[in-house]
């Protein structure tokens, strides 16, 4: 029995701390500006020029606001690559692994993630080149497909998406 009054005392403090917390964490969020969810619409989507690393060779996907208003992207991108009739080759990118975050994209302001794959030296089973790389920008269910001649060797990996 005189365990009943220091446990219910530490429920009610557990309560109190949780609820504080909460009301806190709504205030700090609500101070800051909020930006919508980039859409395929806001963005102009682009592959950039790869970029040798060892055996691996990067490419950056470009995602530029094309609004007049901030918006925000979190989290990987949707890839794959297509042939000439939109097919898809192969399974798409995996993702890295690497942290999330929020990234607030101002007007005209590019962000990027970067695709990954071997080089044919590193590994010689390659997919037949694709016509189109179909990116979904992170949270979004519609994809553009960008013109692209990319060759899959080996890996095929989608980093999320950061800023510069």
């Known amino acids: 029995m ?7 005392a530490a429920l009610a403090a557990a309560a109190l701390l949780a609820t504080t917390g909460a009301l806190v964490g709504a205030t700090q969020s609500s ?6 969810t980039c859409r395929v619409a806001d ?7 790869p970029e040798r ?6 490419y950056p996907i470009l995602f530029t ?3 007049g208003h901030n918006c925000a992207l979190r989290g990987y991108p949707g ?5 000439a009739r939109h097919r898809q ?13 929020t990234v607030l994209v101002a007007p005209d302001e590019t962000v990027t993630a970067v695709m990954r794959t071997n080089t044919r030296a590193a590994a010689p089973n390659c997919r037949q080149p694709s016509a189109y790389v179909k990116v979904y920008p992170p949270a979004s269910g519609v994809a553009e497909e960008i013109r692209y001649t990319l060759r899959v060797c080996g890996m095929f990996e989608i980093s999320p998406v950061q800023a510069g």
Do not use: F, Y
Not at 2 to 8: E, G, W
Not at 31 to 36: G, K
Not at 43 to 49: D, I, P
């Open 43 to 49: 963005l102009e989507l682009v592959v950039g020029g």
């Open 2 to 8: 005189s365990n009943v009054l220091p446990r219910a």
């Open 65 to 67: 606001n094309t609004t």
């Open 31 to 36: 101070a800051l500006p909020m930006a919508p």
């Open 79 to 83: 890839v794959s690559v297509t042939d």
């Open 53 to 58: 690393a060892g055996g691996a060779i990067d």
């Open 89 to 101: 080759i192969g399974t798409s990118a995996i993702r890295t692994g690497e942290p999330i975050s």
